[in-house]
């Protein structure tokens, strides 16, 4: 497994080949003080076994579907389901992939990857490229993918955040400009129907404490700044802003950390009905996400 680092002034990143993985995002503090923002693991070598897609580029389907999928009149069964659903791609999706990374300048990291036909069962190959890239004050995330038949693609990142370094996430301060979030049937799978944020235990769209509140969501985004979230300690503030739909917004059991996967789901049409609009070769795939980071 390979690292390979970016850095200026104000920000330090590690990426690992292995799922073009986001392993360390350092920031400054108001004293000066690197801190890291991503909650990763310890030893490099832990990501190959890693269950929770820390820090991972999810593809080509990130979130769940149901298997089979159909594309026109043709189903195509998926593998490495659980009760006929696959999350994000199963065990042999991009996470679990060798990426070829090379360093295009001092601020930006190139990873490539060439997704094979029905791997994990999809049809179509995909050539996929993500691009880190640092800013004054931040990171952009860009995604470009193309593919030589209509297929489904839904890429994201699964950084995990804590603005502290470390700590309770009950602390920070989330803020989601988002109206509706998206109802899930019995297998955690979209239905279609939007519910309303305001006046729910989903209502963020005043900054507030996170408390105790459970978050496993997508967020419909009524502006591209879809989410700001504020460490306790730190006082350092990441602004999320993306070109994507919403984000699911993920707070896992047993670690404190707080991710924020800007995505387009599909959400008013589920890749498993005929009426999909996939991602087909005379349209590629395109999304770009930035997380700045300001002081309070």
Sequence with gaps: MATFDLSNECIKVAVLNTGATLHQLFVRDPKGRFVNVIVGLEHESDYCKDPWYRGAIVGRYAGRLSSPISIGEKKY???GTRDNIVLHSGVDGWHNKIWKISKNSENTLSCTYTCSANEVGFPGVVNAQICYRLLENGL???YQATTDTPT?????NHAYFNMDGNGAMALH??????SHYLDLDSKLVPTGRQIETRNTPYDFLQ???IGNQFLDDFFVGTDPKIARLRGHQSKIEMLVETDQPGAVVFRPPHFEALCIETQTPRYDRPPNQKILTNTIPEQPYSQTTRFIFTHL
């Excluded at 489904?152 to 994201?156: F, G, S, V, Y």
């Design 77 to 79: 069964p998926l593998k």
């Design 140 to 142: 952009e995330i860009s």
């Design 152 to 156: 489904p693609i839904n890429l994201t």
């Design 173 to 178: 301060q989330l803020q989601l400009n988002a």
């Design 207 to 209: 900054m507030r404490p």
